[in-house]
């Protein structure tokens, strides 16, 4: 398996300009794909993720043309396709998954949607069961309740509400959201349960205005799609830089930047993404934050950071992070509400408490936590697996600030967000 080696620092420094959102990334894509008019997308990821969602919208017909190095133009089909049969593979991509299950299954073909065999092991059966409630028929290729899934034409039924648990998954409701007003019926959701990753969905929201659909909704319980809704190009739409890539830099300047501070380009204080709200947090544990016009400076806390306890619900993916950023603190820091992790790209709390241990914390896990101790001494030149899982790989990169060198099997893995994120962070590093 290859690897990389990251030799001991202690000081960061310099300037990082941000890779675009990837959660932004592939729901304009999909907005764009539907709406009436021609879409110029600024700043698109770059990444295995939207590399699929690229793919799957040329399969299914929709004009793309590549206008500049993160630049596309995309000529929307108006909620119609002209493709009405495809066998789409998304690899381990939620984010496209997800969304284009949605849409193709209130469409009126034959798709097939396939992935890896992750993708294979991460349930999908509560959007399929809403789906059906709003009509679509859609198959079980293999195991019920997992990809992949045969869809065939819709019979759409709009007079009944659409229930669906939110305790799951935000990507469902998402996916949910973005496809029903491509049928031009009036639905309402109900949300059973407690809603998980709401800044998610806050993003979805944001974004389907932008594209000239609003929303209602009651509280996070109930939305409502209007009838005759239709997606319309807003022209020009620039992507910002992704809030949960930010984590990492805006960690390690809370352990390693000196009094000048670390710059991170492409986010700031007004981001549509949730997981700016970690700066907030890292501000909490003693870091030193700054905001500006589309940045952020960080600078480390004076002296050790402190532990926190957290309802992580507002940052799902950012607070993995924050389990790094727990082997720098002072006392044990406890992240609650993370049951998401566990149908992620891997395990996710099962995988970090795996690897927190072998640099020598003491981790306890549960359904939906895990608190971290951290050891005297980080123990030197561990190997950490990262499951095929890009944050994983990009959050143990950050415990050579502590001084010790660290092997992170798989490094590739980061091509699903992040394709140059090591060359990134070495150039930080001082």
């Known amino acids: ?92 991509a939620g984010t496209a998954f997800r969304p284009l299950t949605a849409a193709l299954a209130l469409s009126h073909g034959n798709f097939r949607l396939s992935g890896i065999a992750r993708m294979h092991e991460r349930p999908i059966g509560d959007l399929v069961d809403a789906l059906r409630q709003a009509g679509a028929d ?49 639905f309402t959701i109900e949300v059973l349960g407690e ?32 009838k005759n ?4 190009s807003p022209k020009e739409i620039f992507v910002e830089g992704d809030a949960s890539s930010a984590s990492y830099f805006l960690a390690a300047g809370a352990i390693a930047a000196d009094s000048n501070g670390l710059k991170i380009e492409g986010v700031s204080s007004d981001s549509i993404q949730g997981d700016i709200k970690f700066a907030d947090e890292i501000g909490k544990m003693g870091a030193k934050i700054e905001y500006g016009k589309n940045f952020i400076i960080v600078k480390r806390a004076l002296g050790k950071l402190k532990a926190i306890d957290l309802d992580c619900n507002h940052i799902p993916d950012a607070a993995m992070t924050l389990a790094i950023l727990a082997l720098f603190a002072e006392g044990t820091t406890k992240l609650r509400n993370i049951g998401s992790w566990r149908v992620k790209e891997t395990d996710r709390i099962s995988a970090m408490a795996n690897e927190l241990r072998k640099v020598g914390a003491i981790v306890e896990e549960g359904i939906d936590y895990i608190y971290i101790t951290p050891p005297k001494e980080l123990i030197k030149n561990a190997v950490i697996d990262t499951y095929d899982d890009h944050r994983m790989a990009m959050c143990f990169s950050l415990v050579s600030l502590g001084g010790v060198s660290i092997v992170i099997n798989d490094p590739k893995c980061v091509g699903k967000t992040f394709p140059d994120y090591f060359e990134t962070f070495a150039n930080i590093v001082k």
Do not use: H
């Open 195 to 226: 809603l998980i990753s709401k800044p998610y969905i806050e993003i979805t929201l944001n974004l389907m205005r932008r594209f000239g659909v609003n929303v209602r909704r009651n509280d996070w319980q109930q939305f409502f799609i209007e």
């Open 1 to 92: 398996m290859e690897s990389i080696t990251l030799k001991p620092s202690s000081l960061v420094a310099g300037i990082i300009k941000l890779p675009g959102s990837k959660s932004i990334s592939n729901r304009i894509l999909l907005l764009a794909a539907f709406s009436n008019g021609i879409t110029e997308i600024r700043d698109l990821l770059v990444s295995d993720d939207t590399a699929r969602m690229l793919e799957s919208l040329e399969k299914l017909g929709i004009p793309l043309e590549k206008v500049g190095e993160n630049d596309w133009r995309v000529t929307g089909n108006s909620g119609k396709l002209c493709v009405k049969e495809a066998d789409l593979f998304l690899g381990n």
């Open 229 to 232: 809704s239709q997606y319309q």
């Open 138 to 186: 859609i198959a079980y290729l293999e195991n019920a309740g997992y990809p992949p899934l045969k869809i065939k034409p819709a019979n759409i039924q709009s007079s009944e509400a659409i229930k669906i648990r939110g305790d799951v998954s935000s990507q469902f409701l998402t996916a949910l959201l973005m496809a029903l007003p491509l049928t031009g019926q009036a």
